[in-house]
């Protein structure tokens, strides 16, 4: 069982930056890959970004330039830092840990971008 744990949401006005934060229970070296996904009201949920345990990034179209993902290992941290954020970017993120032994979820963290 690996617990997952999301922080940073918040309220930000467009244009604003957020961070994201999320922690697993378990080394990154157990863990094949972290991503974040966000799911808007009415909306299915989408992937926003990952990295895998070697590193190799990848992010969504809508994304792409604005955000990044990135990692401390000591920390078993992934990180998103969210830039120029925009109306469209609200929802609630959540963090998905990818092990051997299976997939864990965050409960993920709500991101409001409103002025």
């Known amino acids: 069982q690996v617990q997952v744990v999301e922080s940073g949401g918040g309220l930000v006005q467009p244009g604003g930056s957020l961070r994201l934060s999320c922690v697993a229970s378990k080394s990154f070296f157990s863990i094949n890959a972290m991503a974040w996904y966000r799911q808007a009201p009415g909306k299915e949920r989408e992937l926003v970004a990952i990295?895998?345990?070697?590193?190799?990034?990848n992010y969504a179209d809508s994304v792409q330039g604005r955000f990044t993902i990135s990692r401390d290992n000591a920390k078993n941290t992934v990180y998103l830092q969210m830039n120029s954020l925009k109306p469209e970017d609200a929802a609630v993120y959540s963090c998905k840990v990818n092990t051997g032994s299976g997939t864990y979820w965050g409960q993920g963290t709500q991101v409001t971008v409103s002025s």
């Open positions: 990295i895998t345990q070697g590193g190799i990034t």
